[in-house]
């Protein structure tokens, strides 16, 4: 049992570069959300899906884009890598039933040049 | 607009001292604050949770204090060890149906 996995876990883009950003869990899962955290902006939610299939918008969605066509996986692609998307990513998931406590993962260290 | 706010923004407490942190919110529809604990280059880990139908919950050294009408909760830490140290998030959720949202950190140091 792994948990949530992410995966890089540093990278180093250009400015206008894509990527996605990977995040996988083993837990079966109905919720997974991505957070970005930035020194003195605490964890601010990205995107989110409530199950495969299903996914809406957080706080500071601009430049992301995000699918859940499985359970497990939920990938977060930037679309034209900018300076101010610089960030730690965190996935996190949690089972929609009852117990309400997420499990992250370690995070991938983003760094746009 | 801020909707869970969270103070101090930085906390030094000697050992085996108390070490308090705070957490307001807006919504009142939230129903379910939970604690986490991040150290240094890992990911946040649920520390404690509550529910707003009990005052207080507590968990080895970690107390949660609820007060709904002041829509105020606290992390109190008794008997502060070094290994606390770390950044501590208050969330909140709207417990079935919304992901979390976070305040924006308390950083401990509990030195020697």
């Known amino acids: 049992n792994a948990g949530v996995t992410q995966t890089p876990k540093f990278q180093v883009l250009k400015t206008g570069q894509s990527m996605t950003l990977q995040c996988a869990q083993d837990m079966n899962h109905e919720y997974m959300s991505w957070y970005r955290q930035d020194p003195g902006m605490g964890l601010r939610l990205i995107h989110y899906s409530v199950g495969a299939g299903i996914t809406d918008q957080g706080e500071v969605p601009n430049g992301y884009n995000v699918s859940r066509s499985t359970t497990e996986d939920f990938p977060l692609r930037l679309l034209s890598a900018a300076p101010s998307q610089t960030s730690v990513y965190f996935c996190?998931?949690?089972?929609?039933?009852?117990?309400?406590?997420?499990?992250f993962g370690s995070g991938t260290r983003l760094t746009v040049v | 607009q801020q909707q869970v706010k969270q103070s101090p923004q930085s906390l030094i407490v000697q050992k085996g001292g108390i070490s308090i942190i705070n957490c307001a919110y807006e919504?009142?529809?939230?129903?379910?604050f939970p604690w986490y604990q991040q150290f240094p280059g890992k990911g946040p880990a649920l520390l404690i949770a509550i529910r707003p139908d009990v005052s207080e919950k507590k968990e080895g050294r970690f107390t949660i204090s609820f007060n709904k009408s002041a829509k105020q909760f606290s992390l109190h830490i008794m008997d502060s060890q070094p290994g606390d140290s770390a950044t501590y998030f208050c969330?909140?959720?709207?417990?079935?149906?919304?992901?979390?949202?976070f305040g924006k950190g308390t950083r401990l140091s509990v030195i020697a």
């Open positions: 996190a998931s949690r089972t929609g039933k009852g117990n309400y406590g997420y499990t």
């Open positions: 919504n009142t529809a939230f129903d379910y």
């Open positions: 969330a909140a959720s709207i417990a079935g149906n919304t992901p979390l949202v």
